[in-house]
């Protein structure tokens, strides 16, 4: 009995039949979407970091509110500070264009650790007068790599991220609030 179950076993083997792994039809398969923790402000920071250089426009999207505004300035068009505005499709867009650019082999999104966050962590009031949590981070530095040369963005400056809190069910969460960006604030 113990002989036919082993050559079954062996048969089974030899053939390629139950413990082959699946040859499938060659074409590499996309990794699993990866799942971004937003139950924390700091969390959303990391996941921030992480879409990022993953250039994962559709996980870089869902760390944003709808309602979502950024900030910035660009001096290297004319004299002095020039401010610019952008909203969520705007940052959807920019990590879209990373990925899709064939020259840029990496992009990295560096906003320092984690346990500064924590401590920058504050209270703010929102638009409509509810709590938000701001979190400033200081010397943040953005690299995109283009074949040999790196360009190196924001270091020196200050990014101020706002938060907002959505109340949700806990069919979507194992915490009762998430977190999104709703405000994006650079400064010199």
């Known amino acids: 009995m113990a002989l036919a179950g082993s050559l079954a076993l062996l048969s089974g083997l030899l053939s390629g039949c139950i413990f082959s792994p699946d040859k499938g039809d060659g074409k590499k398969k996309p990794p699993p979407p990866i799942v971004y923790d937003l139950t924390r402000p700091q969390n959303v920071l990391g996941a921030l970091e992480l879409a990022y250089a993953n250039r994962d426009s559709s996980g870089y999207r869902q760390l944003f509110e709808l ?7 660009d001096t290297s068009l004319e004299d002095g500070f020039q401010p610019g505005t952008f909203g969520r499709i705007d940052e959807e ?14 992009v990295t999104l560096d906003l320092g650790l984690p346990s500064q966050w924590e401590a920058r962590r504050t209270t703010t009031i929102g638009d ?53 960006i709703v405000r994006w604030d650079e400064a010199p």
């Open 128 to 180: 409509t007068g509810e709590e938000w949590a701001l979190i400033t981070v200081a010397n943040p530095q953005t690299d995109i790599t283009d074949g040999l040369t790196i360009y190196r963005f924001v270091a020196g400056q200050t990014f101020e991220f706002r938060f907002r809190p959505t109340v949700v069910g806990p069919e979507l969460s194992r915490t009762d609030t998430l977190w999104h």
């Open 67 to 73: 309602d979502y505004r950024g900030s910035t300035y």
């Open 93 to 106: 867009r920019h990590i879209r264009a990373l990925a899709e650019n064939p020259n840029i082999t990496s």
